[in-house]
């Protein structure tokens, strides 16, 4: 299997099982946050998997060099978008960071085995 292909499916089931144990806590009447977050989150995610795994044939260092851009990325867009959460819905916010960070850490955790398994590969 392609490692990208690999990768972004990955993120993908992630995003999934964490939209059902959502939908379970709440009865599926999802709270609008919440599915904002999940939608942020891929797409911040989306974009640091496509800067970290760019590049057919890259030294270990150019793919380390990779790896922090994307998470540079990756964290900058994140403390941004918890502050815009933090405005827009206020009186749920200290729920909806619970439930975000412990779906970024998943979300950090697959991305880096991920990252970790191409740059092995090479």
Same mark, same amino acid.
């Given at each position: 299997?392609?490692?990208?292909? +690999? *990768?972004? %499916? /990955?993120?993908?089931?992630? @995003?999934?099982?964490?939209l059902v144990l959502v939908g379970l806590k709440w ?27 760019? +590049? *057919?044939? %890259? /030294?270990?260092?150019?793919? @380390? ?18 502050l815009i959460v933090k405005y827009v819905w206020k ?32």
């Open positions: 299997m392609n490692k990208r292909i +690999g *990768a972004f %499916s /990955t993120l993908i089931i992630i @995003a999934l099982v964490y009865n599926w009447e999802i709270p609008k946050n919440q599915l904002v977050g999940i939608v942020g989150l891929l797409v911040i995610f989306f974009s640091s998997t496509a800067i970290m795994m760019s +590049g *057919a044939k %890259s /030294t270990a260092e150019s793919q @380390a060099q990779r790896f922090i851009l994307g998470t540079a990325i990756q964290m900058i867009f994140v403390m941004f978008f918890v009186e749920s916010f200290k729920e909806f960071v619970w439930y975000f960070m412990s779906f970024f850490l998943v979300m950090l955790f697959a991305q880096a085995t991920w990252m970790l398994l191409k740059v092995r590969k090479s």
